[in-house]
């Protein structure tokens, strides 16, 4: 038995030495790939005719769990023209999923119009509430170019609930908490948009 034991907490510690050793072989390699991928969505939802600048180069951090819906700083990246800040791209949080968090991004100019919506990551039920991905469906395009008038502004709910929003075939749950999450960010910025457009990057990442 103690042969036994001493057998197993041996392959135990070389099992758990190689997952290290791999994890920290890879770790690099996961995060260029992280920061490509971001890099691709910016650009995406903040068109390259409308800045001049690094869309990464610019981040800051906003904490903010009424507006972001979560209780922990997320980045957001400035866009501007000849210096000048002309777009937003706000992380947000969506806390009142189907299955939980849905994280996604907001492209938003200096006008309050809405450049364009990704979504980051998300646990909804494939073939429902995952056609807030951009793989499953063209669905966040329908965001594009709307302004948020008011906190009362009817169009922003889904249809059910009286909006001009689509909802999903069999599933309203994640929509609505998609366009209440969009609504939210987008009211946030309204308020704050001096103080956030003229913070200076604090995100502390080198993305050199």
């Given amino acids: 038995m103690l042969k036994n034991g001493l057998l197993l907490a041996v392959f135990a510690f ?27 969505v910016l650009h995406q939802i903040i068109p390259d005719h409308v800045h001049d600048n690094e869309l990464l180069a610019h981040c800051i951090l906003i904490h903010d769990e009424a507006a972001l819906g979560i209780d922990t700083p997320l980045p957001s990246y400035i866009a501007s023209m000849k210096d000048e800040p002309v777009a937003i791209a706000i992380e947000t949080v969506a806390p009142d999923g189907y299955n ?6 907001i492209g938003i100019s200096v006008a309050g119009e809405v450049l364009g919506v990704r979504t980051l990551s998300h646990a909804e039920t494939p073939g429902l509430g995952d056609k807030i991905d951009l793989r499953k469906s063209d669905w966040v395009h329908s965001f594009n170019g709307m302004f948020l008038l008011s906190e009362n502004d009817i169009r922003w709910n889904v249809k059910k609930d009286g909006g001009q929003i ?30 956030l457009l003229t913070r200076p990057g604090n995100c502390g990442v080198n993305y050199e």
């Fill in 100 to 105: 939980g968090n849905i994280h996604l991004i």
């Fill in 14 to 40: 070389f099992c758990t030495g190689l997952v290290a050793l791999i994890n920290q072989q890879t770790f690099d390699k996961i995060k260029e790939q992280q920061q490509l991928e971001l890099k691709r």
């Fill in 166 to 195: 689509d909802q999903f075939t069999g599933a309203t749950i994640t929509p609505r908490a998609y366009v209440n999450a969009i609504k939210r960010t987008l009211l946030y910025f309204k308020a704050n948009q001096n103080r």
